[in-house]
């Protein structure tokens, strides 16, 4: 069945520097889906890609889907202790429901 | 603005109950989705519920598992006959397209099977 991977499971990083987690897919998709999720909240939706290599920015925050659609990453910019979460990459494949990546831990130290 | 509600927060119950977790999706949407996530663990899909069936079902959802939408607007997750490693948080979410639409999630409801 389709596969999705995430690194780092866990990342530590002082507050100000930057911040990338990379997503892959075992199989092409046709979408993916950027979720974050709070230590002790539910996942909240950050953004969707949809066309090969698409770049889309959410201010600090940096998203890229592959050429060949099977992978994605997210950079954070000069990051915040608000950014603290585990961010999931949710890959979709046509016909069938989006599946999960294990997520990236990020702790930001001030 | 819309948000998918779930009840209980909590639920403990001891192994071999069954338990009914409960959401109410947001009004207009039409696809409805369970997920379960282990303490510190990734978030697994378990079902997908689309005009009043399910649409697609993971090898977690086996026969322990149902789903149903009792009325237009709740959608209930049970469990028969729990076991120790049914506890998680249970996440439910709804989008008003399959796939190419975010999931709106609930609060989770945290089932701690004893």
């Not at chain 1, 290599?53 to 940096?62: F, H, I, P, S, W």
């Amino acid at each position: 069945g389709q596969q999705v991977m995430q690194i780092p499971q866990y990342q530590h990083v002082q507050e100000g520097e930057d911040f990338t987690t990379y997503c892959n897919s075992s199989t092409t998709l046709s979408n993916i889906q950027w979720y974050k999720q709070r230590p002790g909240g539910h996942p909240v939706f950050l953004i969707q890609l949809v066309k090969s290599g698409e770049v889309k920015k959410q201010k600090r925050l940096t998203f890229q889907f592959g050429e060949a659609k099977k992978n994605s990453s997210l950079h954070i910019t000069a990051t915040q202790t608000t950014d603290v979460g585990t961010y999931f990459c949710a890959g979709h494949r046509y016909g069938q429901n989006f599946v999960f990546g294990p997520g990236t831990r990020l702790s930001v130290l001030p | 603005e819309p948000e998918v509600t779930q009840t209980p927060s909590h639920q403990v119950t001891q192994m071999g109950q069954e338990v009914i977790l409960r959401c109410v999706p947001i009004s207009n949407h039409l696809y409805f989705y369970w997920y379960r996530q282990i303490l510190g663990q990734k978030v697994e899909f378990l079902v997908s519920f689309y005009n009043n069936e399910i649409s697609e079902k993971s090898e977690i959802f086996d026969d322990q598992f149902s789903v149903e939408r009792p009325d237009g607007s709740n959608f209930t997750l049970k469990i028969r006959s729990t076991k120790l490693e049914d506890s998680a948080m249970y996440f439910c979410a709804s989008s008003g397209g399959t796939g190419r639409a975010e999931a709106f999630f609930g609060q989770g409801t945290r089932l701690t099977v004893v």
